[in-house]
């Protein structure tokens, strides 16, 4: 098994930065890499951002690139989300997820799951 804590979500204005972090514990060494996720209310929850834990690659949904920037440390075992320029529509329950088959994927592909932080971006 495989624990994420997510930390760092909060109450901002439009412009303004935030960074999340992702804890992960545990069998680690079964997952490939990590991903970020986001649901608003009524809407289904969609991809943001990925990595894997080896190599240079990084995955950005459209939406968000330019603006936020996914990040590790293996030593730590902890992927951070900064996010920049954060605009209203970034509201939404942010959630990490870890996957032991292919990132970057479908929400499917992920096996853990942390339990959400809530980002609330005021206009």
């Known amino acids: 098994q495989v624990q994420l804590v997510e930390s760092g979500g909060g109450l901002v204005q439009a412009g303004d930065s935030l960074r999340l972090s992702c804890a992960a514990s545990?069998?680690?060494?079964?997952?490939?890499?990590m991903g970020w996720f986001r649901q608003a209310p009524g809407k289904e929850r969609d991809f943001v951002a990925a990595?894997?834990?080896?190599?240079?690659?990084?995955y950005y949904a459209d939406s968000v690139k330019g603006r936020f920037t996914i990040s590790r440390d293996n030593a730590k075992s902890t992927v951070y989300l900064q996010m920049n320029s954060l605009k209203p529509e970034d509201t939404a329950v942010y959630y990490c997820?870890?996957?032991?088959?292919?990132?970057?994927?479908?929400?499917?592909?992920?096996?853990?799951w942390g339990q959400g932080t809530q980002v609330t971006v005021s206009s």
């Open positions: 997820a870890a996957s032991t088959t292919v990132v970057p994927g479908p929400s499917t592909s992920y096996n853990y």
């Open positions: 545990g069998r680690t060494f079964s997952t490939v890499g």
């Open positions: 990595i894997r834990w080896f190599g240079a690659s990084t």
